[in-house]
């Protein structure tokens, strides 16, 4: 028995270098529906009234962080695919966080 095997993978360090990537992607999906609702109910709020040129306003504003949200996550799902995935750019990583507050703002407005 080795030290892997005592550890649970066959990867270097005892990880398992074939599901942590699958697991990962698998969160970006879950988290790219949540924002897919986040973002409809918002478009659905932003829309509540007669199409005034606020709120189609915050419609374009609230579909562009959601594309942009999809652009990053289905990136990053491509690069997971790898055999060895590099990590998250620092760059994707803040583009990520910043899309997901938005969506979380998007979200807060839709319950008050």
């Known amino acids: ?51 005034s040129p606020v709120e189609l306003a915050g419609v374009a504003v609230i579909a562009l962080v959601m594309l942009a949200f999809l652009g990053v996550a289905h990136r990053r799902m491509r690069e997971l695919a790898a055999a060895r995935p590099a990590g998250l750019s620092p760059n994707a990583a803040l583009a990520a966080t910043a899309c997901t507050v938005a969506l979380a703002v998007f979200a807060m407005a839709v319950i008050i």
């Open 1 to 51: 028995m080795s030290g892997n095997d005592a550890a649970g993978g066959d990867g270097p360090g005892g990880r398992d270098a074939g599901l942590q990537p699958e697991r990962t992607r698998l969160a970006w999906r879950r988290t790219t529906l949540s924002c897919a609702v986040a973002a409809v109910l918002a478009l659905r709020q932003a829309l509540h009234k007669n199409g």
